[in-house]
């Protein structure tokens, strides 16, 4: 049975692949001119990974004809702009950042492809299947880059664990399970553009979130679910409001889940379930992913994402983010050294880094979440309210398409 110091590998050739995880462009290449719209949150942490992998951030589109120069000035982008539409008539972009609510983007992305331009799309990549399968498609004949960032692949000790799973330490895969929780949205006073469906989609915490789940999972074991049952919950019925239910307005009503329940299995014929959920008091962000094995667990939880989990029938040990004495795999995505705590910006900016250098003419690194992935995710999430829609009942999910050639 391989043990941890079994599974190292040289430390010179880890060191160097840590050193080097952004270290990806020629320090003489011009840098790429990014556009992003959306100024949001999300908006704030593309722009900064852009400008950490060597872009400049050249235009910005706010929510409004009305918020371009404020979304500028609110993401450091050098000009704002009134649509999409008016940054690519007046300023030549290499890539643009998609990070509007979900309802816009099969619209927005479709439109960049078209244009022959790199895109990057916030998930869900759209809101049905139909369309992730045309921006897929067009992205494959426009020969564009078109990434999605399902991120949390990009934490060190869940390449760890992908590491290990595909060396066998695990053994016989038994059982894939876990959770994603959070609580911003637990109490009925609290309220998002994305609880309605008119903006974020049919679907909300499944998602959100759950889609992130399902693709870590997947990524890390190399199963594909292939069945699933699930139920999903709306706890609270109204939202916005900090009245009696029975006396608010109908017009905040909730048309999207809070909480989903999920069963599952791969196409390996191994068992998996997944509880996601928005509104569980005290839990922040936290994305659990467990893999039981014969040989081997391993238990990854996003919230304490320097560490990974391994059981053993002969004992059990919590592995510590070292780019020393983990696989070349890992270790290229250690972006600060031992000891000094990286997360969910350092993932932001190595996925943005990887996109990017592929963008250049590099070859595709293992592991880069594309629009094809974005539809693989529409796929699961489309499935999960079927199921819901009939009482649980076992839906096939479709295989994900091949690679191209």
């Known amino acids: 049975m391989a043990t941890p110091a079994d599974s190292r590998h040289d430390r010179s050739e880890t060191s160097e692949a840590g050193s080097q995880a952004l270290s990806r462009f020629p320090a003489s290449a011009d840098p790429l001119r990014v ?3 959306g100024a949001g949150g999300i908006g ?3 722009a900064r990974a852009a400008r950490t992998a060597g872009a400049v951030v050249v235009g910005a589109v706010g929510s409004a004809p ?3 120069e404020a979304a500028a000035a609110r993401i450091g982008a050098q000009r704002g702009y009134a649509d999409l539409a008016s940054m690519l008539a007046e300023h030549a972009v290499d890539v643009v950042h998609i990070c509007t609510p979900n309802a816009s983007h099969a619209e927005l992305a479709m439109s960049l492809l078209q244009a022959g331009l790199h895109a990057v799309c916030e998930k869900p990549l759209t809101t049905d299947p139909e369309s992730a399968r045309l921006l897929t498609t067009e992205a494959r004949r426009a020969g564009v880059v078109a990434t999605v960032p399902f991120v949390y692949r990009f934490h060190p000790m869940a390449r760890e664990l992908r590491a290990r799973v595909v060396a066998g330490e695990a053994g016989q895969l038994a059982v894939i399970h876990g959770h994603y929780l959070q ?3 637990s109490r009925a006073s609290d309220t998002n553009w994305r609880v309605s469906a008119r903006t974020g989609g049919p679907s909300r915490a499944f998602a959100d979130i759950g889609s992130h789940w399902c693709d870590l999972a997947e990524f890390v074991t190399g199963q594909r679910i292939g069945r699933l049952s699930a139920r999903t919950s709306t706890v609270a019925a109204h939202r916005g409001v900090a009245t009696d239910p029975d006396s608010v307005n109908p017009a905040n009503l909730v048309d999207t889940e809070d909480a989903v329940s999920l069963s599952f299995v791969t196409d390996g014929d191994v068992l ?3 509880v996601i959920c928005q509104v569980a008091a005290g839990r922040k962000n936290r994305l659990y992913v467990e893999v039981s094995g014969t040989e081997t667990s391993f238990a990854f939880n996003q919230e304490e994402p320097e560490l990974l989990w391994l059981g053993r029938r002969d004992g059990s040990e919590v592995l510590m983010r070292d780019p020393d004495a ?12 031992a000891g000094h705590a990286q997360g969910y910006q350092e ?3 190595n996925f943005v880094a990887d996109t990017y250098a592929v963008i250049r003419g590099g070859s595709m690194p293992p592991g880069l979440p594309t ?3 974005g539809l693989r995710s529409t796929q699961i999430t489309a499935a999960v309210l079927d199921s819901a829609d009939n009482d649980g009942a076992w839906v096939d999910v479709p295989a994900p398409d091949p690679a191209p050639e």
């Open 272 to 274: 998996g379930s997944a």
């Open 66 to 68: 009305d918020r371009g």
């Open 35 to 37: 556009g992003i719209v």
């Open 347 to 349: 993932c932001f900016d």
């Open 326 to 337: 983990l696989s070349p795999e890992a270790a290229r995505y250690c972006t600060l050294p």
């Open 44 to 46: 704030r942490l593309h």
């Open 371 to 373: 629009f094809a992935d």
């Open 183 to 185: 609580d911003w949205l």
